[in-house]
């Protein structure tokens, strides 16, 4: 299936596959959502690293620095060290005081209020103008802390759709946040965002992926095309 020429026939497809998710995983309840700015420094420092060493980072950055007005003011060094067990943090600390320096020049405060009455592309290019801020990290300010409907592509999700052939095989994860956004209901996001992350942690891992325990291989293009054959033992697929 061509996702991208057939997007009717993915709009069908998943509601089948979320079907079957929210049977496997159940259907996620709405976590406490992080403050605007905390969420895309949190988000920030996630990138290329574990939940474990991004809480690590975060916790010890505002014990150092306990106010935002702190990390945006303090020496370089000073946040790079605090962020160092995410990981990157030569480049994630000067991204940070970046973008709170930009948020305290347009607005007069560290504050991202006010993305909340923008339109939703507006908001979404305001956020990934700032250095070291994607789609999906614009995507996860949005939609975890200000509830809009915006679909945040991790690195699980856009392997178990790529998959599954809801998107192609080629597409890219800044691409498939568009693509995706259009087959998923919006009132589904959160949902479907945590449920595939859920499913590529479990079951369909990026090397050796536990076809055997998978609730979707009758809907998986990856399935069909490989399982029984000797390329999928070791496989690692991103």
Same mark, same amino acid.
């Given at each position: 299936?061509?996702?991208?020429?057939?997007?009717?026939?993915?709009? &069908?497809?998943?509601?089948?596959?979320?079907?079957?998710?929210?049977?496997?995983?159940?259907?996620?309840?709405? @976590?406490?959502?992080?403050?605007?700015?905390?969420?895309l420094?949190? %988000?920030?420092l996630?990138?290329?690293?574990?939940? /474990?060493?991004?809480? !690590?980072?975060?916790?010890?950055?505002?014990?150092?620095?306990?106010?935002?007005?702190?990390?945006?003011?303090?020496?370089?060094?000073?946040?790079?060290?605090?962020? @160092?067990?995410?990981? +990157? /943090?030569?480049?994630?600390?000067? =991204?940070?005081?970046?973008?709170?320096?930009?948020? %305290?020049?347009?607005?007069?405060?560290?504050?991202?209020?006010?993305?909340?009455?923008?339109?939703?592309?507006?908001? !979404?290019?305001? +956020?990934?103008? +700032?250095?070291?801020?994607?789609?999906k990290?614009?995507?996860?300010?949005?939609l975890?802390?200000?509830g809009?409907?915006?679909?945040?592509?991790?690195? &699980?999700? =856009?392997?178990?759709? !790529?998959?599954?052939g809801?998107i192609?095989?080629?597409?890219?994860? /800044? =691409?498939? $946040?568009?693509?995706?956004?259009?087959i998923?209901?919006?009132? %589904?996001?959160?949902?479907?965002?945590?449920?595939?992350?859920? &499913?590529?942690r479990?079951?369909? $891992?990026?090397?050796?992926?536990m076809?055997?325990?998978?609730?979707?291989?009758?809907?998986?293009?990856?399935?069909?095309? $490989?399982?029984? &054959?000797?390329?999928? !033992?070791?496989?690692?697929?991103?």
């Amino acid at each position: 299936m061509n996702a991208i020429s057939d997007p009717t026939t993915s709009v &069908h497809r998943y509601a089948e596959i979320a079907r079957r998710l929210i049977a496997r995983y159940g259907y996620p309840d709405w @976590r406490p959502n992080l403050p605007p700015v905390d969420e895309l420094v949190d %988000t920030i420092l996630s990138q290329n690293t574990t939940d /474990s060493s991004r809480d !690590k980072a975060f916790d010890q950055l505002r014990l150092r620095l306990p106010t935002w007005e702190a990390v945006r003011d303090a020496e370089s060094e000073v946040v790079i060290e605090a962020i @160092r067990p995410a990981g +990157l /943090s030569n480049q994630k600390g000067p =991204h940070i005081q970046a973008a709170l320096r930009r948020i %305290t020049e347009e607005q007069g405060s560290i504050t991202l209020e006010f993305l909340r009455d923008m339109p939703l592309d507006q908001a !979404k290019a305001w +956020l990934t103008s +700032l250095d070291g801020v994607g789609p999906k990290t614009a995507a996860i300010v949005l939609l975890f802390s200000m509830g809009r409907p915006a679909f945040p592509v991790d690195t &699980h999700v =856009h392997r178990v759709t !790529k998959r599954l052939g809801l998107i192609g095989k080629n597409v890219s994860a /800044s =691409h498939a $946040h568009d693509l995706l956004a259009e087959i998923v209901p919006a009132n %589904t996001y959160y949902a479907a965002h945590l449920n595939f992350i859920r &499913h590529g942690r479990q079951v369909c $891992h990026a090397r050796q992926p536990m076809c055997s325990e998978c609730p979707l291989t009758d809907l998986c293009d990856f399935y069909q095309e $490989h399982v029984g &054959h000797e390329p999928l !033992k070791g496989l690692i697929e991103p």
